[in-house]
């Protein structure tokens, strides 16, 4: 803390962020807890094998603590397989009865970062919310593969769980952060291949638009929690996609043409991210298409704060939104209905 010569008294030191007063208690006290991203170690340059190795073993450990605190508050059953020749992780939630509704989960982290292990509380608690068996797809993260590669391999595990006798009308596709991006990319491109869409989709924080081109990429620029532009996100989108592919649809599915069909979509996030121009130029895009679609933007809330503050009234809100909008297209057959 400081003294303020004028006025003769201790001043405390301004926080990070503009701590809204409109959001929850349980909110507060956790944007309290944000650090300034340009404090975080830079990431390493898109062709740097072994900086991003390094990395991403720096960033597993803390993600794969998170993740095993939330699996013991929600108890799922947790099975390692391979599908389509990826490996995934099925998550049954604790009270599953055998419904035939199962979700295809893609997990964030940049393109980067993190795996389905460490990922896994994200997954138990959609899991939970809505009685689904989630599939999480652990694919091969850049720079090892390109946005090619891991679109495909999402694909590959879809048509696994069809050869399975799984049906499309029982699936959902669900994404987060850049696990969001990656799952609309896919579903273009599965759609664009004849094999068809899932009943519906939920993209929680998505990462739409690989290059700086919203609007809120530059006003929230610096008011953003999680990463800054220079430090953070020009670096993780060369990883996954070199910059002459960044605007193809598969690679910044907001460029897509979703006049051909897409799937009834959900889009999530909060007034926090820098990546809010992309969730509302993705609805604009699926709205103007005539595809059924939901935007539900949260006040003060940061990137991804359905699984960072799953038990704050914001979280809890919109976990109520993303059950009632999944089981208004893939009604559970019997079962489990979770109560967030």
């Given amino acids: 803390m400081g003294r303020n010569p004028a006025m003769g008294h201790v001043t405390k030191p301004k926080p990070f962020l503009n701590i809204p007063e409109t959001v929850s208690h349980v909110a507060q006290d956790f944007l309290r807890t944000l650090q300034d991203p340009a404090l975080t170690p830079r990431f390493p340059e898109p062709d740097d094998f072994e900086g991003w190795k390094k990395m991403r073993e720096f960033a597993e450990v803390p993600e794969l603590a998170h993740a095993q605190a939330i699996l013991r508050l929600y108890a799922p059953s947790l099975r390692e397989r391979v599908l389509g020749g990826t490996p995934v992780l099925e998550v049954r939630p604790k009270e599953w009865n055998g419904s035939s509704a199962i979700a295809v989960y893609v997990h964030g982290g940049g393109h980067t970062l993190y795996s389905a292990a460490s990922t896994s509380g994200r997954a138990a608690v959609f899991a939970d919310d809505t009685g689904m068996r989630v599939i999480s797809v652990d694919y091969t993260l850049a720079p090892l593969a390109k946005y090619n590669q891991m679109g495909d391999q999402v694909i590959a595990v879809m048509q696994a769980l069809l050869r399975e006798d799984h049906r499309l009308e029982d699936m959902v596709v669900y994404g987060d952060g850049s696990g969001g991006g990656l799952a609309a990319s896919a579903l273009l491109k599965a759609r664009d291949r004849g094999l068809g869409v899932p009943a519906a989709a939920v993209l929680v ?45 598969y690679a910044s599915p907001v460029y897509g043409d979703f006049s051909k069909g897409f799937p009834p979509t959900l889009i999530q996030g909060g007034t926090k991210e820098v990546l809010l121009s992309g969730f509302v130029r993705l609805y604009q895009a699926l709205d103007t298409a005539g595809q059924k679609v939901k935007l539900d933007i949260y006040e003060g809330m940061p ?38």
Avoid: C
């Fill in 205 to 249: 924080s998505p990462w739409v638009d690989l290059t700086r081109t919203g609007d809120t990429e530059f006003t929230l620029a610096h008011a953003e929690p999680n990463y800054r532009y220079e430090m953070h996100s020009i670096k993780a989108a060369a990883a996954y996609a070199d910059s002459s592919h960044q605007k193809h649809a």
């Fill in 303 to 340: 990137h991804n704060f359905i699984s960072r503050i799953p038990e704050s009234t914001e979280a809890r809100v919109a976990r109520k939104k993303i059950r009632e909008f999944v089981h208004l297209y893939v009604p559970l057959t019997q079962g489990h209905l979770a109560h967030a």
